[in-house]
């Protein structure tokens, strides 16, 4: 079971400290480094971050990012001492919930590394369609993602 709640300074403080993605996951090492996600989407009173935990364990931490009041962009990071344990696809639902019903987003759009073939699958479980893709610059690599995006209706009503 997790909690997700606000993110705070002493979390991102204990972010930091997370050992670093190994093997394929490697290619998450950037969004928890000193300019990464948290630094630079944290500050912005306009994105919901949150820190996802069980008990007093980080396990994670999840990310809205404002687009517009009816959209928003998701990301998520699970510690790397706990990646397989099921956490991914917990943090997701439950920020995925709190985008829709508490903040009541219309729709919220991912990207997802074509070669990231356990996320893909969990994100089409849960609901998200693809629509598009994109290549984008990620520390001066050229990276393939996919564009996914699930409305609000379809989170609701459970098409997927």
Known sequence: MITLSPIKSIDIHDIAKWSPYEGIHSQMN???NEDGWLNTYCCNPQNFCFVA???NLCVGFSLLIYKDSKEAEFRIAVNPDYIG???G????QETISIGFN??????ITLIVRKN???ALKLYEKIGFIM?????ENIQGQNID???MELDKNRFNTGEN
């Open 102 to 107: 508490a903040h009541n987003l219309g729709k």
């Open 30 to 32: 950037y969004a928890i």
């Open 89 to 92: 696809r917990m943090i997701t």
């Open 116 to 118: 990231n073939h356990i």
């Open 85 to 87: 344990s099921g956490y």
């Open 53 to 55: 935990k069980n008990g």
């Open 145 to 147: 993602f996919f564009i």
């Open 131 to 135: 629509c598009g893709e994109t290549k």
